[in-house]
């Protein structure tokens, strides 16, 4: 098993940043990818950023230039840091932690971004 636990969502206006953190606990495999979801409010789940346990990232086109994904692996966290905010980035944000296919999330974490 594997925990997952978010933090640093919140409320910020269009332009702003943010920096979300992601601590993973248990059974953790050396290899494995983490990375960030999001689900805006009516639709599907998307993939944000996800990291390699080699530092390999790898992010949706609507985010690129604006977020930073980064993992310090010592402590099993990843962040992502939010920069020129939009109000399409409105989201409940999941962080997850995927080890050949077994795959855990976090408990989400609201970003609400005001135009």
């Known amino acids: 098993q594997v925990q997952l636990v978010e933090s640093g969502g919140g409320l910020v206006q269009a332009g702003g940043s943010l920096r979300l953190s992601c601590a993973a606990s248990g059974s953790i495999f050396s290899i494995n990818t983490m990375g960030w979801y999001r689900q805006p409010p009516g639709k599907q789940r998307e993939l944000v950023a996800a990291?390699?346990?080699?530092?390999?990232?790898n992010y949706a086109d609507s985010v690129k230039g604006r977020f930073t994904i980064s993992r310090d692996s010592a402590k099993s966290t990843i962040y992502l840091q939010m920069n020129s905010l939009k109000p399409e980035d409105t989201a409940v944000y999941y962080c997850n932690y995927d080890h050949y296919g077994s795959s855990y999330w976090g408990q989400g974490t609201q970003v609400t971004v005001s135009s």
């Open positions: 990291i390699t346990n080699i530092g390999r990232t």
